[in-house]
Nanobody
């Protein structure tokens, strides 16, 4: 059974950077696409970015394009979300999710069956 654990969240000033990690255990990660999602207070969980199982395809929400970069290291069973130029509106709990898609990924939360517990990101001065 695949298990995911996020880390790397915290408090950062506007314009700052954070790198989130999503560590997998229980199964090899290289057969799973990874999605990053976030949920702000009072809002629905939304897709931020996703990456296919071998890293050949990535997708970003318009709100984070040019600022966030998704990557993965299958040898270490870990995926990452590098977040630069952070804004207060990026404040949310960030979740990683996994599903065994082939050579594609989706930013639709209902298609993912494996989820981490989330990590809080707060952007504030």
């Amino acid at each position: 059974q695949l298990q995911l654990v996020e880390s790397g969240g915290g408090l950062v000033q506007p314009g700052g950077s954070l790198r989130l990690s999503c560590a997998a255990s229980g199964s090899t990660l290289d057969i799973y696409a990874i999605g990053w999602f976030r949920q702000a207070p009072g809002k629905e969980r939304e897709g931020v970015s996703c990456i296919s199982s071998r890293g050949g395809r990535t997708t970003y929400a318009d709100s984070v394009k040019g600022r966030f970069t998704i990557s993965r290291d299958n040898a270490n069973n870990t995926a990452y979300l590098q977040m630069n130029s952070l804004k207060p509106e990026d404040t949310a709990i960030y979740y990683c999710a996994a599903e065994s898609f082939q050579a594609m990924c989706f930013m639709t939360r209902r298609v993912y069956n494996y989820w981490g517990q989330g990590t809080q990101v707060t952007v504030s001065s």
